[in-house]
């Protein structure tokens, strides 16, 4: 575990059949982060400032990556991610965009923005239970992370 | 004798024959007659001379003048001065033999008969020293030899001259002794102060004033009688003075004989016997007679002698008169040859004075050429033949004009003839001198018809400079505007008109009239007038014919047509002639009209109009290219206008497609993803509850989804080639091809798939991801299409060629048929079902479209074993 304490991931996906997927898809792989869903951008945004519902640290803790969807209801996950780069402390938060779009526009885009990685989200179950573990591995057991509050 | 002034000391004893004075006698005669001060002058000192000499004779007697008495050798010499001596040979060296022998003879005579000499004495007595002076006469006359005295031998001959004289002078002596009764050594004594007294006084007095006057002299006479004919050598004069000589001879042996008589009767009156008396009569009587007859023959000799030669020499005279006559006839008809080729030459002649420029003589050819008559044309001076313009010119040229040059080319000139119009003359001019007056003989031809063919050709040729210049004006003119004021323009320089207009009403047309004008700047003022030509009128003329009008001024007012320009009139130049030709079509209708009026000089002529036709000919095929222009030009902006009405069209449907593809990229996939993973889900979650059939369905749920997903990424891919803006850059061929194979290593690796490459570090201009991808279809194309159980074998080759960089890969694959292969690449065309070789169809139209994207190019080559697809793009360079 890392020396923050922070374990929650935040996901940031509209689509609900997706949601389950990536939660069988972490089980799958044993990982037992617990995962702070939200549907929309502008609920990532308040989820992240702690506003209203998600004022209580305890029940909506900050997490320690999000998982960014890009084509999101509200705000989008551009947008989300220009706001979060453009907060303080916030700013340090690993984001690892996962979304279907193979667009150069959108990865370079993302990039521009500061993304940590970009995942193409498989259609292939096996695959993405695969995309997950490994994406448990790197950014949960290997990289360090920073504080960011 | 100009130098002889300005340096009158003979300081070099060769003399020059300025300083050289000839004895040049003026006949007495033609000066005293000679009507101008000079002659009087000369006449009145002549005649002063005269009475000088005569009043000296009388006042100081002949034998009062004696000065100084010496004894020399026992002799008693008497010497004196005799003033007409001096004077006389002073006339007769400066004047001639008449001018002192008058004077002298006249002096003696009156001097003696003063001293009551008998009068027939005095005659005789007053010969000797007009004697004196013919010797002098004689000298001169005959040895010509230079009199100035300013050399040796000058002065020799002088003093030779003076000593002869004084001897022929003192004869006087013997003479006056008739009248004088003196003895013998009285005699003696007073010839032997004679002779030297005479002859010191030439040398002292008069050799002197002869060499410091004589030049002075000579100049004046030169200057004063030059038309009396000097006598330098006459034959006749010379006999005169012999038989003077002669006769005087005669005269003093006739005195000696009388004296002789004189003393006889002296004798014979002394007492003498008769024997005696009888012996000396007789003596005398024999001397007396022999004396006449000798004093006879000598005076029969000297006349008789004048007689013959001079009838000899008149002889002579006639024979040299015959021969100058002939010569002079020679001259004469030899003149007239002369004549006539001057007279007769057909080329105009004539000769003038080149100082005033006054005719001397004229040729009939030149009367002919000119229209004048020789008097008319004698008349005047050169310069009334050049026009007045040209007057300024010509004084200029006399001025420089070379008078030594014998023969010059006087160039080409103007010349005016009596009716007033002009000859071009190339004249030549021969300077000469003609008595002693220098005439120039003139030679003409008259080039004005060289000329005037050479101004027709040289304005021919300025024409057809004009046709060219305006041939490739029309054609580079880009508008019916340009055309038409380059044609009016051109049209009016061409014909010289001060107006030229040119209109087009396009074809059939006419209420559209299009026109431009060009005017000299004469009609400057005319300059804004807008009075667009109406196609009525005088127009109409040139409108509804093909063929050109040409009117002269008259005709033009005249013409029933022309009614000027009704209420334009005051606004519209006016029209003086005029010569219009239509513009045509190609097929022969009438679209406007090319018109020039008022042409600067005279009126139009046949070569205007051709010049004029021909300028309308290109006018009309440039106009109607410029028409033709525009069409095409805006037949060319109306689809410019479409293809980019086009082009935003299918942007706009592009950008739906990409906004299409983009929602089936993320919004198919996900519902695919749910039913896959869901299937999944049941698979794993609730398998032990599903029978055999359950689980072959949803494998098949699983599978159709996987295959689903693979198309839809292919057909991303696909639209996302030649959508995605692609940089062009060097891509290094063999890394590529070697990042490629290691991306495929695992497919090969399960294949068993030998791969030989054989890329040389090829730089190639591409799009890199694309490129990428293209070489990633064929190669694992050429991996999977094998037939089953046959190991893969793939070969990869490129070489540069020409700028291009060409791949091929080959493989050892199933094949492709003939028939199909353009059809392989297009999009979802597969030739075999996916449970064989699966795919979707769609690599190698991705292939074929990111190639034509790189302007690169591939093709296909297949038979029993195995396809190669050679593929070429662009070699990169560096710019």
């Known amino acids: 575990m890392n020396r923050n304490g922070r374990t929650t991931i935040l996901l940031v996906e509209d689509d609900l059949n997706d949601v389950m997927l990536i939660k069988r898809a972490f089980s799958k792989s044993r990982i037992v982060n617990p995962i702070a869903c939200v549907e929309n951008g502008e609920d990532a945004v308040a989820y992240l400032r702690g506003d209203g519902k998600y004022a209580d640290r305890r029940q909506h803790p900050l997490p320690f990556m999000l998982l960014l969807d890009l084509k999101l209801p509200r705000l989008s996950g551009h947008e989300v991610l220009q706001w979060l780069r453009g907060q303080p402390l916030l700013k340090r938060l690993p984001v690892v965009v996962l979304t279907s779009s193979r667009e150069p526009v959108d990865i370079n885009r993302a990039y521009e923005l500061g993304a940590n990685s970009y995942l193409v989200k498989p259609v292939v179950f096996e695959e993405f239970a695969a995309l997950m573990r490994q994406l448990q591995v790197y950014w949960l057991m290997l990289s360090e992370h920073p504080d960011i509050g | ?879």
């Open chain 2, 1 to 879: 004798m100009q130098s002889a002034d300005s340096n009158p000391a003979p300081a070099h004893p060769a003399q020059t024959d300025a300083q050289r004075l000839f004895w040049r006698p003026l006949p007495l005669a033609s000066v005293l007659g000679q009507s101008d001060y000079a002659g009087f002058i000369v006449a009145v000192i002549w005649f002063a001379i005269n009475a000088a000499c005569i009043w000296w004779a009388i006042v100081n007697g002949s034998f009062s003048w004696n000065l100084w008495r010496v004894d020399l050798f026992g002799t008693h010499v008497v010497f004196g001065f005799y003033l007409p001596w001096s004077l006389c040979v002073l006339l007769v060296m400066w004047f001639g033999l008449e001018w002192a022998a008058v004077p002298a003879y006249l002096a003696t005579l009156f001097g003696t008969l003063h001293t009551s000499m008998p009068v027939d004495l005095a005659v005789v007595n007053a010969l000797h020293n007009p004697l004196a002076m013919a010797v002098y006469f004689l000298f001169y006359c005959g040895l010509r030899h230079d009199y100035s005295l300013r050399s040796r031998k000058s002065w020799l001959i002088f003093i030779a001259a003076s000593l002869l004289a004084s001897i022929v002078s003192s004869i006087g002596a013997f003479i006056s002794e008739f009248n004088v009764a003196v003895s013998g050594a009285e005699l003696w004594s007073n010839w032997m102060g004679w002779w030297p007294n005479a002859f010191l006084q030439s040398l002292l007095i008069d050799g002197p004033l002869i060499y410091l006057f004589s030049p002075a002299i000579e100049r004046t006479k030169q200057r004063y009688f030059r038309r009396v004919p000097a006598e330098l050598f006459s034959m006749q004069k010379l006999l005169l003075a012999v038989s003077m000589f002669v006769l005087c001879l005669a005269l003093f042996i006739l005195v000696d004989d009388r004296w002789q008589d004189i003393r006889a009767h002296a004798i014979l009156a002394a007492p003498l016997s008769d024997d005696l008396r009888a012996q000396i009569q007789t003596q005398f009587n024999v001397q007396h007679f022999v004396v006449w007859v000798l004093a006879l023959l000598l005076a029969g000799t000297s006349l008789g002698g004048v007689i013959v030669a001079g009838r000899w020499v008149r002889r002579l005279h006639e024979r040299a008169d015959s021969e100058t006559r002939e010569v002079r006839d020679e001259i004469r008809r030899s003149e007239a040859r002369f004549r006539n080729f001057f007279e007769r030459n057909p080329v105009p002649m004539w000769a003038f004075d080149p100082d005033t420029g006054r005719f001397l003589e004229v040729n009939p050819a030149a009367l002919h050429a000119y229209g004048y008559s020789r008097d008319e044309f004698l008349s005047m001076t050169i310069f009334d033949i050049h026009p007045p313009e040209d007057i300024k010119h010509l004084k200029k040229k006399f001025k420089s004009a070379d008078a030594s040059e014998p023969f010059r080319h006087a160039g080409e000139w103007r010349h005016l003839r009596k009716d007033g119009s002009l000859i071009d003359a190339e004249v030549h001019v021969s300077s000469m001198k003609m008595d002693g007056r220098s005439v120039s003989l003139v030679l003409v031809h008259d080039i004005s018809p060289r000329k005037q063919a050479h101004t027709a050709m040289e304005k021919r040729t300025q024409e057809l400079r004009i046709l060219a210049a305006a041939s490739l004006e029309l054609a580079g003119a880009q508008t019916m505007e340009q055309v038409l004021q380059l044609a009016a323009d051109r049209a009016r320089q061409l014909t010289q008109a001060n107006l030229a207009v040119t209109h087009s009403w396009g074809q059939g047309n006419h209420g559209h009239i299009t026109w431009r004008v060009s005017l000299t700047p004469q009609y400057a003022h005319w300059a804004d007038f807008r009075v667009p030509p109406d196609g009525t009128g005088i127009y109409k003329l040139v409108t509804q014919k093909l063929h050109p009008v040409r009117l002269t001024r008259t005709e033009l007012q005249h013409h029933p047509q022309f009614h000027g320009f009704g209420k334009y009139s005051e606004k519209h130049p006016p029209l003086n002639g005029l010569l219009a030709v239509p513009l045509t079509t190609r097929d022969g209708a009438v679209t406007g009209a090319l018109m020039a009026s008022d042409k600067v000089d005279g009126e139009f002529d046949i070569q205007d109009e051709v010049l004029l036709m021909q300028l309308a000919q290109t006018a009309s095929v440039s106009l109607e290219n410029v028409q033709l222009n525009d069409a095409l030009l805006r037949h060319m902006q109306e689809l410019e206008r479409r293809v980019a009405e086009r082009t935003q069209e299918l942007d706009i449907s592009n950008r739906e497609l990409d906004a299409f593809a983009y929602s089936v990229a993320h919004d198919l996939r996900a519902p695919l993803r749910a039913m896959h993973g869901f299937a999944n889900a049941i698979l794993e979650d609730y398998g032990s509850r599903l029978d055999e059939d359950g689980h072959n369905y949803l494998t098949r749920i699983v599978n159709a989804a996987r295959n689903m997903d693979m198309l839809i990424q292919d057909l991303l891919a696909y639209s996302r080639v030649g959508r995605v803006h692609m940089v062009m850059e060097g891509v290094r061929l063999d890394e590529l091809i070697g990042e490629i194979l290691a991306e495929l290593a695992p497919d090969i690796e399960m294949r068993q798939a030998v791969i030989r490459v054989d890329v040389p570090s090829l730089l190639t201009q591409a799009h890199r991801g694309t490129l990428k991808q293209i070489i990633l279809n064929l190669v694992s194309n050429a991996i999977k299409f094998v037939a089953p159980g046959k190991r893969p074998e793939v070969n990869i080759h490129a070489r540069a060629c020409e700028g291009w960089v060409e791949m091929a890969v080959s493989d050892n694959g199933i094949g492709i048929a003939a028939e199909h292969r353009e059809r392989i690449f297009n999009v979802f065309e597969r030739l075999h079902g996916a449970e064989a070789y699966p795919g979707t169809g769609i690599g190698l139209s991705i292939v074929k479209k990111g190639l034509a994207c790189m302007h690169g190019e591939i093709r296909v080559e297949s038979g029993e074993t195995g396809s190669t697809f050679r593929l070429r793009l662009k070699e990169f360079r560096h710019e």
